[in-house]
C-alpha cells in the first residue's frame, strides 16, 4: 500500500455469522477422500520443493549449505520433502526494517479491511478447489497426521482461528465506555504495539502456527513469523494463501531458520521488539523469557509475552463412571497423533477396584491400533516428526522396560528403519512419581496407575496426588457420574489445567468454544481462540474529552481569602 492508497472506514462494521467450520470426515467412498488422497500422491510423486524466505514479499533462496535443512517426509525417510532456505541474521534484521516500514499503513488500515483479508484466507484455506486438500496433504506428509486429524487442525481449527479473531476484534473494537461526567466525553483507543512482534510456531499443529502469527496482526502488529523447520509444507501454504488473500507485504514475514540462534539473537536485541507470540518446549519458552528479562533496558517498551508450552495431562477416572466412555476417550487422547498434542492424555489413574479389568481393555483396545502411513485409510497414527523426537521417546520407554517399579503391557517396539515408527505404548507403574508419571514424553506413551480407592477418603488423596504430581497445568480430565463428587474433583483440581474435561478426553479443544491454555509451566494461559488472546496484542489508550471550560483553579474546599 502506499499513502495515496490509504483506505477510510465509512462505519462501523457487522461481521456475517461466524460459526465453527464444518470438519469432512473422509469416510470410504467420499469425495473428499478421492480428492485428499490425490494431493497426498502428487507429494509423493514430486520433487523436493525450494521453500524460500519471504521477506517483503521477495522470495529470498540462499546458496550456503549450511542455511539449507533438507526435509524428509518422517513415515518415509527416503523421500525427501523439500529443502528449506534458512533466514541468516542479515535476512532477520533486513525483515525487522521491512516490518517497521509497512506498520503505520497496517496499523492505520480500518479494521473492517483487515478483518476482510483474514476471513478471505479462510474461505480461499476452506474450499476444496484452493487450499483444503493441498494444506491437509502437506500436514499430513509433512507432519505425520492421518486423514481426520489433518483435517481437525489445518482445516477446521486454522479457519476458525482466522475467523473467530476476525470476529473477536470486531467485538473488541466495539467496546467503549459507558461512564462520563457531565460535559466531558471517555473513549478507549485499540492500538497496536509499538515495534514488531515474534511468533514462534510448533511442528504439531498447522493452525497453531497461523494463529502466532496471524492473531497479532489480526490487532494491526506486524510479526516476524519463525515457523518449524519440520512444518514447513504446510505453513507455506498458508503464507501463500494469506498472500493470495491481499496480505500486505511485510506485514508477516516467513523467515523460518536453520540456525535458531540466528533468530534470537537479532529480534532479541532489537530495540523495537514488542511482543513474543510462543508456542514450544518449556526449556526454550524458559531461555526466551529469561532473555527478554535480560534485555529489558534495550526495548522502546515492555514486550507482551504470551507462549503455551506443554502439559502431563491426566485421565482419572472414579469407579462408578462410564468404563467404556472412559477406554474410549483414554484411547484417543492418548494416542491421536502418536501423542505430540500438547493436550495428549499420558498419566492415568485407575481405581484398584476395577484396575485389572480396566488395564486388560486398555491392553486390547490399543492393540486394534494400526500405525503406518499417513495417507493409509487403515491407519490410526503414523510415525513421530523427526529422528530427535524419536530418540527421546524411545529413551522413555527403555528407561521404564529397566525400571523395576514399571512394566510395559502394550506395544514399546520402536523402529527408525523406514520412518520413525513407535508403538502406541502403555507402561503400567506402581510408582505414581516414576518418570514418564511426572516428565512430558510428547509420543505415544501413556502411563496409568492403580489408586485404592478402599479408604474413604481415596478421593481426596488422590486428588491431592494428581494435583502434585506434575509441574505443568494444561489440560486433564475425570470421569465420574455422580455430581457431589464432579463437584469435588472440579474443586480441587482448580489449578492442576486450564482446560478442564468431564466425562470427555484430555484433547480436543474448539476454537470460540473451548479458549485454549494453562499454567503453572505450560504458559502464561492467555486462552488462544479467544478475545482474551487478542487484547494481549493491542495497547489501550484512554482519551479523555472536556466540553466545557474551566473558569477558576480553586475548589469548593478551599476557602479563598
Known amino acids: ?78 523421500h525427501t520433502l523439500y529443502h528449506m532456505h534458512g533466514a541468516d541474521k542479515q535476512v532477520i534484521q533486513h525483515a525487522i ?4 516500514s509497512a506498520k503505520k499503513e497496517w496499523e492505520d ?10 476471513l478471505k484466507a479462510a474461505d480461499l484455506l476452506s474450499s476444496p ?58 473513549r478507549v483507543e485499540y492500538r497496536a504495539l509499538e515495534g514488531f512482534v515474534a511468533a514462534v510456531s510448533p511442528f504439531n499443529f498447522t493452525a497453531i502456527g497461523g494463529n502466532l502469527a496471524c492473531a497479532p496482526a489480526q490487532m494491526g502488529n506486524v510479526i516476524l513469523w519463525k515457523p518449524s523447520e519440520t512444518a514447513l509444507l504446510s505453513n507455506y501454504l498458508l503464507y501463500l494463501a494469506l498472500e493470495e488473500a491481499g496480505l500486505p507485504k511485510g506485514v508477516i514475514q516467513f523467515v523460518p531458520t536453520k540456525v ?43 514486550p507482551r509475552i504470551v507462549g503455551e508450552t506443554g502439559g502431563k495431562n491426566f485421565h482419572l477416572m472414579h469407579p462408578n463412571c462410564d468404563v467404556d466412555n472412559f477406554i474410549n476417550q483414554t484411547i484417543r487422547g492418548a494416542f491421536e497423533y502418536s501423542g505430540q498434542k500438547c493436550s495428549a492424555t499420558s498419566r492415568c489413574y485407575i481405581p484398584k477396584s476395577k484396575y485389572a479389568t480396566i488395564r486388560d481393555r486398555l491392553v486390547e483396545e490399543t492393540k486394534k491400533l494400526k ?21 527421546r521417546i524411545s529413551g522413555f520407554i527403555e528407561r521404564a522396560r529397566k525400571n523395576p517399579s514399571c512394566k510395559i503391557i502394550a506395544g514399546g517396539n520402536c523402529s527408525k528403519e523406514v520412518g520413525y515408527f513407535v508403538e502406541p505404548t502403555i507402561i503400567e507403574t506402581t510408582d505414581p512419581n516414576s518418570e514418564t508419571m511426572e516428565q512430558e514424553v510428547f509420543g505415544p ?117
Not at 97 to 100: F, H, I, K, P
Not at 109 to 118: D, R, S, T, V
Not at 506 to 525: E, Y
Request: aromatic share 12%; proline share 4%.
Open 97 to 100: 526494517e521491512g516490518s517497521l
Open 260 to 302: 535458531p540462534s540466528h533468530f534470537g539473537d537479532v529480534v532479541l536485541n532489537d530495540t523495537n521488539f514488542a511482543g513474543l507470540h510462543f508456542t514450544g518446549s518449556t526449556k526454550t519458552f524458559q531461555y526466551l523469557y529469561n532473555e527478554i528479562s535480560t534485555n529489558l533496558p534495550k526495548y522502546k517498551s515492555i
Open 445 to 561: 506413551v501413556l502411563t496409568i496407575y492403580a489408586y485404592d480407592d478402599s479408604q474413604q477418603t481415596y478421593l481426596d488423596q488422590t486428588l491431592k496426588l494428581i494435583d502434585s504430581t506434575s509441574a505443568y497445568g494444561l489440560t486433564g480430565a475425570i470421569f465420574a457420574r455422580d455430581r457431589a463428587d464432579i463437584s469435588k474433583c472440579v474443586e480441587r483440581l482448580r489449578h492442576s489445567a486450564g482446560n478442564f474435561y468431564i466425562n470427555d478426553k484430555s484433547t480436543g479443544a474448539i476454537v470460540g468454544q473451548q479458549p485454549f491454555g494453562g499454567s503453572r509451566t505450560s504458559g502464561t494461559n492467555d486462552k488462544a481462540g479467544s478475545e482474551y488472546m487478542l487484547l494481549r496484542w493491542t495497547s489501550v489508550r484512554a482519551v479523555k474529552e472536556t466540553f466545557m471550560p474551566l473558569k477558576h483553579w480553586g475548589y469548593p474546599s478551599v476557602d479563598m481569602e
Open 1 to 78: 500500500m502506499t499513502s495515496s492508497s490509504r483506505l477510510t472506514s465509512h462505519g462501523t462494521i457487522k461481521l456475517p455469522t461466524i460459526t465453527n467450520e464444518p470438519m469432512k470426515t473422509y469416510a470410504k467412498g467420499s469425495s473428499e477422500r478421492v480428492g485428499l488422497l490425490a494431493e497426498c500422491d502428487k507429494i509423493l510423486k514430486s520433487q523436493p520443493l525450494e521453500i524460500p524466505c519471504i521477506v517483503n514479499g521477495e522470495r529470498i533462496y540462499q546458496s550456503n549449505q549450511d542455511l539449507i535443512f533438507s526435509r524428509e517426509m518422517p513415515s518415509l525417510r527416503s
Open 129 to 186: 478447489d484452493f487450499y483444503r486438500y493441498k494444506i491437509n496433504a502437506a500436514t499430513m506428509m509433512g507432519q505425520g497426521k492421518t486423514m481426520y486429524q489433518s483435517e481437525i487442525d489445518s482445516s477446521a481449527e486454522l479457519i476458525d482461528f482466522l475467523r473467530f479473531n476476525a470476529y473477536y476484534a470486531s467485538q473488541l473494537f466495539g467496546k467503549q465506555i459507558d461512564h462520563h461526567s457531565a460535559g466531558t466525553w471517555n
Open 371 to 391: 500405525i503406518g502411513q499417513p495417507n493409509d485409510p487403515t491407519s490410526f497414527t503414523s510415525a513421530v516428526i523427526d529422528e530427535r523426537s524419536f530418540d
Open 109 to 118: 488500515m480500518p479494521l473492517e479491511y483487515k478483518c476482510a483479508i483474514f
